[in-house]
């Protein structure tokens, strides 16, 4: 923590902790003691003292995390590091990094922005001395240098930190470290790892067998079979293996695992959950398929299941020692797959009942849930983020969010990655904050959202899929420090994996213009430019781009009525023409980057209803209508344009043929520029983080 350049950075440090944790060890402690702490501390000198009176309290702290391994904190200490973090706005209070996926500049820029940094720069400032920067930045290089020796990511530690906490650190003519705390302990063997590429055998397969299909009812098995055969996957690459059968519904039946003719790339397991175990059993000896869906429930969701289920993970995980790595298992819990490239979809919803059109002329994203439901309500609510994918992964009795987003953050013809998360297996979060990054280094987005969020939210996310719902103040920063957009709320989640796919290919800035002919509506955008940890700012219109609005309003005669500035009330008299010509100008500033329009349905002067009674053919059939002139640009404009249909199910059409041909629409100003403002922002930070890592 000196402010000295010519100290070597951790390798002294490093090598006197490692003495300290022996010293320790050999006494039977997993904890420093007084004379050790003391020692730990002066060796990066510092001195275990009380600081000064009125300076700023930081906590520093090393944490071994069961989900992001070891993690990097810093923010206010001593009392005021004792307040409910709820009293801050994000990353005020702390701020929090994995030490695998940052360095000291990069969490030196993340810890400005909390109180603590602020307090220091102003007391630096008012005393005439120089900016804290470089001294913390040195302090947060040693710690994170800590981290990476003594954490279970270091192929062979012989201890690891458990927590190293440092409180009421000061830094004045020496730094001084009110109270420390230092734990430690022998590294613990995770699981092995899953042979992932046979994901892709789950996803494109080339033939599926399937167990628990009913020769004579309807039962989940069976409309699983008539789910596949409805999405076009063909008879003859299925089979059904059941006793006693040759054939149900046109496809064959086979006896047996072992009586198979050829290795299945897929299986699907459709039997009641107490068959589950010894079905496993027969599923790895026999080595007759490569990937696996469990469907079946209740495997760990709830106290009695739970020593049973981990026996089983136990079993599946054992088998990827075994040659050939083993089958991959999706679930248990799981809904199941929709995979439009590989033409199939698994699901136990009957294709009546969610029906799946294409809303994009190019299917580019995917979406992975823990909870199947999640999906159904996302798709049956908003065709239009119509994923190429979506999984289910239920209970991760095997194949984790990790595995699932490190392959698809390799799959070039994916853009936009949607998941739903309600806890993650031990370690696995790291994996997944790996595979964020790799994604956003492929130049993917990756929309997140987590459940949980509550102490009552947690216990529900227990008995649902038997995961454990973690810190969402850790998963949010870990995530977004990764490079993740992460989700509040189902709407913003909804909103974010939507933008996210409608503006991939647009450049982004800052710079907001803003339309409407409601003036309430042009104030909304304004006022909905800024969110938590984001903003936009309303660009500044240059004077030609003045002119050339006035001339269109003198045409359209509407100048008396209308000043040009942004954000612009061009006034309920204004037809689709004026709006498209407005919105054209905007696009053509050099100080805008972004525009967001209303759309203005209720308008008489609007052609926004499906059939209009009072003036015939002025309506959506109209080819000078908005629902024609409007997508040629929005799809021409490298500067993203964002429509707003702020109106009843009246103008449901006119939004659903805007969005039909990739227009970016919302129902609502400020949930549509609210949502800008989050995904510029994360667009912004991608392109930092790729710029970084070059």
């Not at 079979?225 to 089979?239: C, D, I, Q, V, W």
């Not at 490079?483 to 909804?494: L, Q, R, T, Y």
């Amino acid at each position: 923590m000196n402010d000295r350049t010519t100290i070597s950075p951790g390798a002294a440090l490093n090598a006197a902790t490692g003495e300290l944790f022996r010293q320790a060890a050999g006494e039977g402690r997993d904890a420093l003691n007084g004379d050790e702490l003391q020692r730990f501390v002066a060796s990066f000198g510092a001195a275990l003292a009380e600081g000064m009176p009125g300076g700023v309290d930081l906590r520093i702290a090393l944490e071994n995390t069961r989900e992001f391994g070891m993690v990097l904190t810093a923010g206010q200490g001593g009392l005021d590091g004792a307040l409910d973090r709820a009293n801050f706005r994000k990353d005020r209070a702390a701020v929090s990094a994995s030490v695998e996926l940052t360095d000291a500049a990069d969490f030196m820029r993340l810890f400005r922005r909390t109180v603590a940094y602020q307090k220091m720069a102003a007391l630096a400032q008012r005393d005439g001395r120089r900016a804290p920067d470089p001294v913390l930045e040195f302090c947060f290089g040693l710690m994170l240098g800590l981290g990476r020796e003594y954490s279970a990511a270091n192929p062979q530690p012989a201890f690891v930190i458990r927590q190293l906490e440092l409180d009421q650190v000061q830094f004045a003519k020496k730094p001084t470290v009110g109270v420390a705390r230092v734990e430690f302990g022998p590294p613990v063997a995770g699981r092995l790892p899953r042979p992932a590429h046979k994901i892709d055998k789950l996803i494109h397969p080339q033939s599926i067998g399937i167990i628990g299909v009913s020769a004579s009812g309807m039962n989940f098995g069976r409309i699983i079979l008539k789910n596949l055969m409805g999405s076009g996957y063909a008879k003859e690459k299925l089979t059904i293996i059941r006793p006693g059968e040759t054939e149900i519904d046109g496809v064959r039946c086979v006896d047996s695992l072992r009586a198979l003719p050829a290795k299945l790339d897929l299986l699907i397991v459709a039997v009641p959950n107490d068959a589950v175990y010894e079905l496993v059993d027969e599923i790895i000896a026999a080595d007759a398929v490569e990937s696996v869906m469990l469907i079946p429930g209740g495997l760990g969701e709830t106290a009695k299941s739970r020593e049973p289920a981990a026996a089983l993970a136990a079993k599946i995980n054992a088998a990827h020692g075994n040659p050939g790595g083993g089958p991959v298992f999706l679930g248990a819990n799981c809904l199941g797959v929709v995979s439009h490239p590989g033409g199939y979809d698994s699901w136990f919803i009957p294709l009546e009942r969610l029906p799946k059109p294409q809303k994009k002329a190019q299917r580019n994203s995917v979406m992975l849930s823990q909870s199947g439901a999640f999906m159904i309500t996302r798709i049956s609510q908003n065709p239009w983020l119509d994923p190429a994918y979506m999984l289910a992964l239920g209970n991760q009795t095997d194949l984790t969010h990790g595995d699932m987003l490190g392959f698809f953050a390799d799959r070039p013809e994916i853009d936009t990655l949607g998941i739903y998360i309600e806890g993650f297996k031990d370690g696995d979060g790291l994996d997944f904050a790996r595979a964020v990054r790799k994604a956003v280094l492929n130049g993917k987005q990756v929309v997140v959202y987590k459940s949980g969020r509550t102490e009552a939210g947690a216990g529900g996310v227990m008995g649902h899929t038997a995961s454990i719902a973690g810190d969402p103040v850790l998963f949010e920063a870990v995530l977004r420090q990764a490079g993740a957009i992460v989700a509040e709320d189902f709407s913003s989640f909804d909103d974010l994996f939507y933008i996210a796919g409608a503006l991939h290919g647009k450049k982004v800035g800052k710079r907001l213009g803003a339309i409407s002919g409601a003036g309430f509506e042009a104030v909304g955008m304004a006022d909905s430019i800024a969110t938590e940890t984001s903003s936009l700012e309303m660009g500044a219109l240059e004077a030609a781009t003045v002119e050339r609005v006035q001339a269109i309003l003198a045409a359209k005669r509407l100048d008396a009525l209308v000043e040009v500035r942004n954000p612009i009330d061009i006034n309920p008299g204004a037809d689709d023409e004026a709006h498209l010509q407005i919105t054209e100008a905007f696009l053509d500033d050099p100080n805008i980057d972004a525009v967001v329009v209303g759309l203005d349905p209720t308008a008489p002067s609007i052609r926004g209803l499906e059939t209009s009674k009072l003036r015939p053919g002025y309506d959506l059939s109209d080819p000078k209508g908005t629902v024609h002139i409007y997508p040629p640009l929005a799809a021409k404009s490298d500067k993203p344009v964002i429509g707003i249909v702020d109106g009843g199910s009246l103008y449901d059409a006119m939004a659903a043929k805007l969005m039909d041909q990739g227009v970016c629409m919302f129902r609502n100003c400020g949930r549509g520029t609210r949502a800008l403002a989050r995904y510029v922002e994360a667009r912004l930070e991608a392109d930092a983080i790729r710029e970084r890592n070059q």
